[in-house]
């Protein structure tokens, strides 16, 4: 079964910055493309960034530049250093397991089938 455990998130003022965890297991973690997702109150779930099995990655606009995904396949963990973090930024936040071997060049929560319980960061200004 697949088990996806984000680390705490936390607050952090408006410019910080913050890193984020997520240790996957039951399942072959180098074999899957990763990501992170997150979702504001009141607003729909959005892509941030993804990660192929060969490092490759995708951001969306909103955090390009500022935030970067990262994965350690020698202990199946997945990153996400987050700096000069903004308000906007406030969200819970989830990484997520691919449906496949390869990511799909897009942020679709469509694309990946299983899910973190989620964390919560707070960006105050």
């Known amino acids: 079964q697949v088990h996806l455990v984000e680390s705490r998130g936390g607050s952090v003022q408006t410019g910080g910055s913050l890193r984020l965890s997520c240790a996957g297991s039951g399942y072959i973690y180098t074999s899957y493309c990763m990501a992170w997702f997150r979702q504001a109150p009141g607003k729909e779930r959005e892509g941030v960034a993804t990660?192929?099995?060969?490092?490759?990655?995708i951001y969306a606009d909103s955090v390009k530049g500022r935030f970067t995904i990262s994965r350690d396949n020698a202990k199946n963990t997945l990153y996400l250093q987050m700096n000069s973090v903004k308000p906007e930024d406030t969200a819970m936040y989830y990484c997520a397991k691919g449906r496949w071997n390869y990511c799909s060049g897009g942020l679709s929560h469509r694309d990946f089938t299983d899910w973190g319980q989620g964390t919560q960061v707070i960006v105050s200004s």
């Open positions: 990660i192929n099995t060969g490092g490759n990655t």
